[in-house]
């Protein structure tokens, strides 16, 4: 898995409305990188209904936010707009960027893993657990 102090591998992959993403697009950011299991489950609403909330807050700080699952587009559309999520949301349906960043579970999807990146793409903390401390973290990093 990525390590805190490492820099965050760049990739490119689709977002919800298949449009091409890229990670180095963000550079000159703070970004909150989120991977959760599978789009529309409770954990993963949760935590993304969670960084929905605080979105605004986010972005006065100039964070950007961007989750990654390994559902496909159509998966991904549907969770952002019923959540009404404003932020984009990869649909790493190949496995590639959770297995570029070592989170791939035995399952296929990707482990609940987010990783706080300062604005030169260095990780500067590696937040595994609940949904909920996931979300306590990132604003403690970027919200304080």
Excluded at 15 to 21: E, I
Excluded at 59 to 85: E, I, M, N, W
Excluded at 112 to 137: C, I, M, N, Y
């Amino acid at each position: 898995m990525v390590a805190k102090g490492e820099t965050a591998p760049d990739f490119e992959a689709p977002d919800q409305d298949g449009a091409p993403f890229r990670l180095a697009s963000l550079r000159g950011t703070p970004v909150v990188l989120y991977f959760y299991p599978k789009a529309d489950t409770p954990g993963c609403t949760i935590e993304a209904k969670g960084f929905r909330d605080v979105y605004d807050a986010y972005r006065a700080k100039h964070v950007a936010v961007v989750g990654v699952s390994t559902d496909d587009c159509p998966a991904q559309k549907k969770f952002a707009g019923k959540y009404r999520l404003p932020f984009p949301l990869v649909a790493d349906a190949q496995q590639t960027v959770a297995g570029l960043y070592g989170v791939l579970g035995p399952s296929g999807h990707a482990r609940r893993v987010t990783f706080l990146l300062d604005a030169q793409g260095k990780v500067l903390e590696v937040v595994e657990g609940s949904p909920e401390e996931h979300l306590k973290r990132a604003a403690a990093t970027f919200l304080a």
